[in-house]
């Protein structure tokens, strides 16, 4: 198996040594329930884990991230991809750059990320719809004021076209 430069850039797989334990997941077919979060396995960029604080049965993980342009992304109640495994977010520090996820005991028991300590890197990956809408969005914002149509105009007006040609016309 080869590791791409670009993933040695972006993730912790430079630093694991033989034996560290991954989270390896099967793709998702098209034929598969979808019942959880976006997951692509692509990583964004690494994060730190500035503390870890104990709840009841549950630990939250407070997480600062390398490129904190990838703050933007994260909402409370959102979800993020730490190692592969999708969690929840719980808060979101834009100002000071962190967020936090909480791992219920049941999570703990089946990802990597529950055994790692304070200063420990963890892989990141954002949400693939949020950088979606962003983009889109920016896009519209960027042609407004020009005589160009949006993508979203030009979508919106060839559904109207198509359903008026399939209406039939009623005379008056």
Do not use: C
Request: glycine share 8%; hydrophobic share 40%; no cysteine.
């Amino acid at each position: 198996v080869g590791v791409a430069p670009e993933t040695l850039r972006r993730t912790n797989l430079g630093s694991l040594a033989v034996s560290s334990p991954v989270n390896l997941e099967r793709a998702v077919s098209a034929t598969t329930r979808m019942g959880g979060h976006f997951v692509q396995g692509h990583v964004d960029t690494v994060a730190s884990i500035l503390s870890i604080t104990p709840d009841g049965n549950a630990l939250t993980f407070r997480l600062q991230p390398r490129d904190r342009s990838v703050l933007r992304y994260l909402v409370q109640k959102g979800y993020v991809t730490l190692d592969g495994a999708s969690l929840t977010v719980t808060r979101v520090e834009d100002e000071q750059g962190w967020w936090e996820v909480m791992l219920i005991a049941y999570t703990q028991e089946k990802v990597v990320t529950a055994a790692k300590k304070p200063g420990d890197l963890v892989n990141v990956e954002v949400d693939i719809v949020g950088k979606y809408v962003e983009k889109s969005v920016s896009a519209y914002f960027a042609r407004a004021g020009t005589d160009e149509k949006g993508m979203l105009e030009k979508m919106v007006d060839r559904m109207v076209t198509e359903k008026l040609q399939r209406t039939p016309q009623t005379s008056r």
